[in-house]
């Protein structure tokens, strides 16, 4: 029997032959038809002609190539060794005194009207996913910092969320994807809104670890968003509630004339 893939290479795969159909598909487009494709593959091999065709299908393919390497792209990782041991602390809205992380579970909008209720236990018995990157807050300092959690797209699939039709999410159909993702604190004063590709990033993760250890309150216990492909500020401490939405959610920042997006 074949070995079960993990998700990671479950993606990988993907990505692979997404790239591989589409270099075959682009190959034979970005020279026009079939008939041109057989009539280029007919040319004598050391023609001048030959070399200008080639370069002109290998410009495309590179852009295409481009366009699933930013894809995929993915953060400069660090050693463990090089995170921070006591990160700084930044961000106190929506994290406040009286809350009972022992009555907390996370909040899903499954559908309209549908509402998930899914605590901790079940979120560590996902596949773990660590990440040690730069940190970087947009007030101008950064550093290096080591967490672990669940992976966003590991979550929507296990989840059967983040997508219109309700099917499990697949690279293969963005088309079904909610564009937004929208999170909140639990007392609802702090909250961003993320578009759906940052947050099928694969090291996008609902994170709950610091440092190989539970994830203490004031970096957003029990449970908050790391994303390196976005400014701190989108990566909200303590989550609620997660929903989807084909328009913007509301963003804190935003509304206080940030850009919406604050990508890296
Ligand atoms: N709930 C909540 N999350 C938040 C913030 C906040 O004020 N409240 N601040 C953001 C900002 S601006 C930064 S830089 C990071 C800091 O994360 P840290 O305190 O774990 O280093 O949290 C982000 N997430
Ligand atoms: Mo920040």
């Known amino acids: ?8 290479e479950e993606i990988d ?22 008939g041109l494709w057989n009539w280029f593959r007919a040319l004598p091999k050391k023609s001048n002609n030959l070399s200008w065709l080639s370069r002109k299908a290998l410009n495309f393919n590179e852009r295409v190539a481009h366009f699933f390497y930013r894809d995929g792209h993915l953060a400069p990782t660090y050693d463990p060794a090089e995170a921070a041991a006591t990160p700084r602390v930044n961000g106190y809205l929506g994290i406040g005194k009286n ?23 079940e979120l560590k018995a996902l596949p773990k996913t ?8 947009i007030e101008g300092w950064s550093q290096v910092v080591h967490y672990a959690g669940v992976r966003f797209s590991d979550f ?7 997508t219109r039709s309700g099917k499990i999410i697949s690279a293969d159909r963005p088309e079904d994807w909610y564009l937004y993702v929208g999170l909140e604190t639990p007392d609802k004063k702090y909250f961003v809104g993320i578009d759906m590709r940052s947050m099928l990033h694969p090291q996008t993760i609902l994170c709950y670890e610091l440092n190989g250890k539970d994830l203490p309150l004031k970096h957003g216990a029990p449970l908050r968003l790391i994303t390196p492909v976005k400014y701190g500020v989108k990566n909200l401490k303590r989550i609620g509630r997660i929903f ?5 959610p ?15």
Do not use: H
Request: with cysteine.
């Open 1 to 8: 029997m074949k070995n079960k893939l993990t998700p990671e």
């Open 13 to 34: 795969r993907r990505i692979k032959r997404r790239t591989f159909i589409s270099f075959s598909v682009f190959a034979l487009a970005g020279t026009g038809t079939l």
């Open 99 to 121: 809350f009972k992380p022992g009555e907390w579970n996370l909040k899903v909008e499954k559908a309209p009207g549908k509402e998930l209720a899914i605590n901790l236990e």
């Open 130 to 137: 660590e990440i040690v990157f730069n940190f970087k807050c």
């Open 156 to 162: 929507l699939r296990q989840y059967e969320t983040g």
């Open 244 to 248: 989807f939405s084909d328009t913007r």
């Open 250 to 264: 509301r963003d804190y920042w935003y509304e206080r004339g940030y850009d919406y997006d604050l990508g890296l």
